[in-house]
């Protein structure tokens, strides 16, 4: 249920009233019920100490008629109904007054409220020094107090629910006087609403009456209505500059969107040109590594197939050694003659001390075990070469980096042998997802720098190649005791272009390049220097490729 502001305020004061009256109500009863149970004790133990003082020597002297004319003597006083005297037994001395009251058992009352028949009883001891002797019982009427109590009590509730009643009026027309002042703020709240969705603020003004807070209400929102009604011609105003100014930014905007068109055409010609000229740059960069390994990777094949060719014919030789001995064989086989078998066979001793058959028998063993070697190492610098040829594709493919540095190794030696020597400690690492040629690519320039940097120093260095595990990723760390690097050349060191070579040994691309491939494969590469002791290069890959996003995601960034 709804209450509205008036009927909480008249209810809040009547209820604030009420709860004043029940504690004055209440005060005022518990006021007059200690005064009523003060006054009636006392004259009872005024009464009944009086008359043991006047009976006592009468009832010490068993005088029982003297007895009577005391009791009959009180009980003239209205009062009184009745009076008994008893030993200490409990035996009857006399007795006498209202036969009601004398017929009831004896109860001794503390408060006029426990006196629920109208008898206040009580009683006194008749005592000689500390020897009680007996008692002394009277009853007072207190009828006419109770009377007398419940007018007072009447009166008291009267006037509370008089005064409850004037309070009511008082709050309902204090009530109504707050409220009119309200309804007509709330009327004119109302129409306000309507005024600001039909923008007409004419008749939303409310009358101002007095000179109170609410008075001061009214007035405030009649000023809002003011301003409201100002910020609304405002606002319209706003509004016919806007639809104008829409119009022409209409115009604007399609003069705009063709300009923006033609931007557009242009950049991606532009950016059309940017990726054919990257591809040419990785094209070029490539052929330079291609470059700097050619004599070395023709140097490496060269030796091995020199070899073998020269093993090759020293086979020759012993095979046609071995043509000739098993010509002689058949020729002793097919001999009938035992002259000519003879001499047939002492030629062919002769044969076999010529040409020393358990050299021969020795030396191609050897010879053939060298071109398989020789072979194999051509094997090698091929298949390294075939991962190298692959730095285009973008296939990922479970490889161990400690194979990829064993075959850029190979690849790589000639160029590296005469300058320094190349240490490895390839660590027990798990095989991770990667782009092998791309990988190649990246170890290839890192030991063709590493060379080159102690090349610089006129000195035979070291290179010091390093894999392990940390955490997440295999890191591969290639050291060298070359040049090393200026400090302020270390944070453009991955730039595009940036080289430190002299002009025409360097594109300023293999670190960048190095340094893509990394991100691409969710790792790092990393450098430190000093300058005249060397540089370390760290490259690391995570064990666990991260998740790429789709294609069509690629190609919207």
Known sequence: MRLSLRTKTIIGIAFTALLLLLVLVVTVFNQLNELVDNSVKKSADTSVALFVSTTKNAFLSYDLSS???????????????????????????????????????????????????GIYDTRAPIMVNTTLYGFVEIGLNIASVTESVSRARNWTLTIAAFELVLVGLCSYFLGSYLMSQLVRLHEGAKHLGEAVDKNNYQDVFISVRGNDELSELAEA??????????????????????KDLNALLEVKVQDRTAQLNQRNVQLENANRDLKETQVQLLQAEKMASVGQLAAGVAHEINNPVGF???????????????????????????????????????DFKSLLTKHDMTFINDDITDLLNDSKEGLQRVADIVKGLKLFSRVDSDEMQQHSL???????????NNQLKYTCNVETHLGNIPDIAMNVGKISQVITNLLINAGQAIESTGQHGTITITTETVGEFVNLYVKDTGCGIQPCHLDKLFNPFFTTKPEGQGTGLG?????????????????????????CFVLALPLVQPVSPPSDEKDKT
């Not at 109904?81 to 009831?104: C, F, L, M, Q, W």
């Not at 503390?110 to 028949?117: C, I």
């Not at 009649?222 to 706003?238: G, M, P, S, Y």
């Not at 090759?312 to 071995?322: G, N, P, R």
Request: net charge negative.
């Open 67 to 117: 007895l009577e004319a005391d009791v009959a003597e009180i009980l003239t006083n209205p009062n009184i109904a009745y009076v008994r005297v008893k030993d200490k037994e409990g035996r009857i001395y006399v007795e006498n007054g209202e036969p009601t009251a004398i017929s009831r058992p004896f109860r001794e009352d503390n408060t006029v409220a426990t006196a629920s028949d």
């Open 221 to 242: 929102f009649n000023q809002l209505v003011d301003k409201l009604k100002e910020e609304n011609e405002q606002r319209q105003r706003a509004q016919d500059d806007l």
């Open 308 to 346: 073998v060719s020269s093993n090759i014919s020293t086979l020759c030789e012993y095979v046609a050694t071995y043509q000739m001995l098993f010509t002689q064989l058949e020729v002793i086989s097919n001999t009938q003659d035992e002259d000519q078998q003879r001499k047939a066979l002492t």
């Open 402 to 412: 400690n194979d990829c540095v064993r075959t850029t190794l190979a690849m790589v």
């Open 511 to 535: 670190l960048s390049i190095s340094f893509g491939i990394a991100q691409e494969h969710g790792g790092t590469l990393s450098a430190s220097s000093k300058e005249g002791e060397g540089s």
